[in-house]
């Protein structure tokens, strides 16, 4: 896996924020429902920032990155508990730093920690992570440490201002935000506090799914099955796939048997991946390998059916909508039992 390479000089800085900011315990005076915007010097996003600590369990602040990144912690204000899965959890976009305790950090943390010898008098020290979504919560890289340092030196400049401007938020699109922008000519370390309505994210528009006349005719020869009903979904488990880059959450595209819960097809999809696309080509494969259509798919994402009910009904599947899909839930509790107690 790959680890970036952080330049001394930027780690050192990060790290004296991170040591200022933890001493000037700003979660002691600030809601977490009090929402402020750090801008990217570099890139004009912006940083939606939540100062987390109010409650004395975690301390520290998540920064969410542009729309989407607000999106998610929009829906985390609305404590809709249900958005709690494993899609939401895995789709996090942020930057976060919390102070924890020496036992919670890893080999990594504590080179990091090395340029800064003996910083944290209260023996909480600070764990800096990314989180991308699809992505095991990583290292920051050099862009990403240049910006958190920004975060955390504008956030304790601005701090009073913050705390008199901020109010505690119910619905973040339709209201206006303090956001923290450089200011002035590239070289100078100025900034301005403005008042913003935050941008909502743009849905994005999944391209249509097709299946072409050979292939229709094809599966249209193998023999159905009337009685037969599969239920289709995909999710994500417990396990972590490694690359060179960075491990990413496993993604798993299953088909299973509605009555007896057997495992029928499986397919790992990977970051990026379209996931209908991989739920309907396993779909197809394991029809072909079985050599039956089943009369009946189950889903339980209107998304799926949408995308999946016209391809379907051409090759005589009917497809419905389910809250629940029983033999799904049971495959994806069989997978986490067995990787978890799977030796490392």
């Known amino acids: 896996m790959k680890i970036s390479k952080i330049l001394t000089k930027t780690r050192q800085g990060l790290l004296k924020a991170a040591g200022a900011f933890e001493a000037a315990k700003p979660w002691e005076k600030i809601y977490d429902s009090q929402i402020f915007g750090v801008e990217n010097p570099q890139t004009r996003e912006i940083g939606w920032c939540v100062i987390i600590g109010e409650l004395g369990e975690v301390r520290g602040l998540n920064a969410y990155r542009g729309p989407e990144g607000l999106k998610a912690l929009q829906m985390m204000m609305e404590e809709n508990l249900e958005i709690y899965n494993d899609e939401f959890m895995a789709g996090q976009n942020l930057l976060s730093v919390t102070y924890v305790n020496k036992s919670e950090l890893d080999a990594q943390d504590w080179k990091w920690l090395a340029d800064c010898p003996n910083p944290w008098p209260r023996g909480l020290y600070p764990q800096f992570r990314s989180f991308r979504p699809g992505y095991y919560p990583w290292y920051l890289d050099q862009d990403e440490s240049d910006w958190m340092t920004r975060i955390l030196e504008q956030t304790l ?5 913050l705390l008199e401007s901020t109010e505690e938020v119910k619905d973040l699109f339709s209201s206006q935000v303090p956001v923290l922008r450089k200011s002035g000519k590239p070289e100078e370390n100025a900034w301005t506090m403005d ?3 935050p941008e909502k994210p743009v849905d994005k528009e999944e391209p249509s799914l097709d299946l072409d006349e050979f292939t229709v005719h094809k599966l249209g020869k193998i023999n159905l099955a009337l009685e037969s009903t599969w239920e289709l979904d995909y999710f994500y488990t417990w396990a972590s796939i490694q690359d060179a880059d ?14 007896n819960g057997l495992i029928l ?3 790992v999809i990977s970051v990026g991946q379209d996931a209908d696309a991989c739920l309907l080509k396993n779909l197809i494969n394991t029809i072909q390998s079985r050599k039956c259509r089943p009369g009946f798919v189950l889903v339980k994402r209107r998304e ?9 009904d051409s090759i ?3 497809l419905e909508l389910r809250n629940q899909l029983p033999a799904v839930k049971e495959a994806q509790e069989s997978l986490n039992s067995a990787m978890a107690g799977a030796p490392a």
């Open 304 to 312: 799926t059916l949408n995308r999946l009910n016209v391809l379907l």
């Open 316 to 318: 005589g599947i009917r």
């Open 157 to 161: 400049k601005y701090f009073p201002a």
């Open 195 to 197: 008042f913003t309505r």
């Open 265 to 267: 097809g499986q397919e």
């Open 246 to 259: 960075k491990p990413y959450h496993m993604r798993v595209a299953l088909v299973a048997d509605h009555e």
